[in-house]
């Protein structure tokens, strides 16, 4: 057989030895791996009309379409550039140029099964060259293009699908968007592996209704989502989801009312704290047990795995303290398709002790004195208010230990006198009546003087997420001076 990406070949045998088997699970139909793989050669034309070796560029929403055309650039070695399609049209046009796509594919494109999936001979593949082509957030400028050799893709499905038992028989819950590096767990490992794909609609993605009727109907055995798809089904009184045997949360800080609820909705689940980024995918685990409060740690490095944290000189972190984190991973990209914006992140070893390539995550993590590691918060969060130096990562934990709290956002604004100031915003739990002069007492109690916010807004509705639920903090900062509206804030 030709040298494939593993993950590719893998499904491809699924598709021949278990044809029937359930592939997909989508608008309340299951699409089974035969029908899957005809799909994808279905997109065989598409991707013929482009040049030998241009990028294709692809802009689908998720849905067993766009996974079809995804199956057929990994089967024929085309690069592909997935960025998230909410992006503004200017941005997505820069980086299609960057990346050399010439034709963006959308889901109107996209063609239907054509016979001989399975079976047709389809071309060797250099598994060191780059498949998938995914951005970063952009919350710090325009998104980086992180390009994934398919080695790096398939070492990851190997450790995630023992780590996870996913095979035949299992079904996995895909919530995130399809550009979102969580599906490299949630589809692409479990289709390397036999198992089902339970695909959540992205238009419907932030309905907790529609989000727990999906799970009661098609019930799965490993769920992963950023903190805010637990909350939306907590919100729902969704009850308990038995059958899931495994639970992870990542991509962003677990409140603590959601962590103490997650036993009662997964009461037959082990839960993970999973820590990575797009650069380097899952880096660390930890299992969680159930009682334990916030913060959760990062846990240990997974197979192959090394990390290293280094003080605000340089130093090794061997013992408790707290300093930046770098990592070097099996799964980790080469580095940024714009070579030039690797300065500072993609390095040699920090200390020259080996020839790796390591991975500078700008993550200030702190070190316990039992040998646990923390995530404090992010080193470009990091500013001086008169001549105190505060992490606003820090502030907003301190904000949501606050009772009554349910979610907070720290925003910095510039100040005539001081240079700078705090802002924050802060979400009331349901049916609390905390106001201001709690959160501010509770605040003097537990930070600095120059770490209370000098703003502080206290709202009902919750805080403005981007499409892979992370905290929207443009759009927060317009929560700090809104319109005259009904209801309670302080």
């Not at 071309?123 to 780059?130: K, M, T, Y």
């Not at 944290?309 to 770098?326: H, K, N, S």
């Not at 470009?380 to 907003?396: L, M, P």
């Amino acid at each position: 057989m030709p040298d494939h990406p593993a993950v590719a070949t893998a499904f491809l045998g699924h598709a021949r030895r278990a044809p029937d088997a359930p592939a997909l699970v989508w608008a309340d139909r299951e699409i089974g791996y035969r029908e899957l793989a005809d799909l994808a050669y279905g997109q065989r034309p598409l991707l013929d009309r482009l040049a030998p070796g241009e990028p294709a560029g692809i802009l689908t929403p998720k849905s067993p379409g766009g996974l079809a055309l995804i199956l057929a650039c990994l089967l024929t070695g085309r690069r592909f550039l997935l960025p998230s399609p909410s992006l503004a049209a200017d941005t997505l046009d820069t980086l299609f140029a960057q990346a050399g796509c010439r034709t963006i594919l959308r889901e109107a494109d996209l063609r239907g099964p054509a016979a001989g999936g399975p079976e047709h001979a389809w071309p060797a593949v250099d598994r060191d060259s780059a498949g998938f082509m995914l951005t970063t957030s952009g919350s710090t400028g325009l998104p980086k293009i992180v390009p994934l050799p398919h080695r790096s893709v398939d070492a990851f499905a190997a450790w995630a699908g023992a780590a996870f038992g996913i095979g035949p028989g299992r079904s996995v819950f895909s919530y995130a968007p399809l550009n979102f590096d969580l599906c490299l767990l949630d589809i692409w490992t479990t289709l390397a592996h036999g198992g089902r794909v339970v695909l959540a609609d992205t238009e419907r993605a932030a309905h907790g209704g529609y989000l727990r009727e999906l799970l009661r109907r098609y019930p799965v055995d490993v769920i992963q989502g950023v903190p805010m798809l637990y909350d939306l089904l907590l919100d729902t009184g969704a009850g308990a989801f038995a059958r899931v045997r495994h639970v992870l949360f990542t991509g962003d800080v677990i409140g603590e009312r959601t962590l103490a609820a997650l036993p009662g909705l997964f009461p037959g689940a082990r839960l993970h704290n999973v820590y990575g980024c797009t650069e380097t995918n899952d880096s660390l685990i930890a299992e969680v047990p159930p009682g334990h409060t916030v913060p959760v740690p990062l846990g240990v490095p997974l197979p192959g795995v090394d990390i290293l944290i280094l003080d605000e000189d340089g130093r090794p972190v061997d013992g408790p303290g707290t300093g930046e984190l770098y990592v070097t991973t099996p799964f980790q990209s080469a580095g940024y398709l714009d070579a030039a914006r690797n300065v500072g992140r993609f390095t040699g070893h920090p200390l020259g002790a080996d020839a790796r390539s390591w991975f500078r995550s700008g993550d200030l993590v702190q070190r316990q004195p039992d040998g646990t590691v923390t995530l404090v918060g992010r080193t470009d969060f990091q500013i001086k208010i008169r001549g105190t130096a505060i992490n606003t990562a820090e502030v907003e934990s301190v904000l949501r230990g606050c009772v009554g709290v349910l979610d907070a956002a720290v925003l910095t604004r510039t100040d005539p006198v001081s240079g700078r100031q705090l802002a924050a915003v802060v979400t009331r739990a349901p049916g609390s009546t905390v106001n201001s002069l709690v959160v501010r007492r509770h605040c003097a109690a537990n930070l600095p003087k120059a770490a209370v916010p000098s703003t502080l807004r206290i709202v009902d509705e919750p805080l403005p997420r981007t499409s892979t639920g992370k905290l929207d903090r443009s759009a927060a900062e317009e929560l700090l001076t809104p319109a005259p509206i009904s209801g309670r804030t302080s």
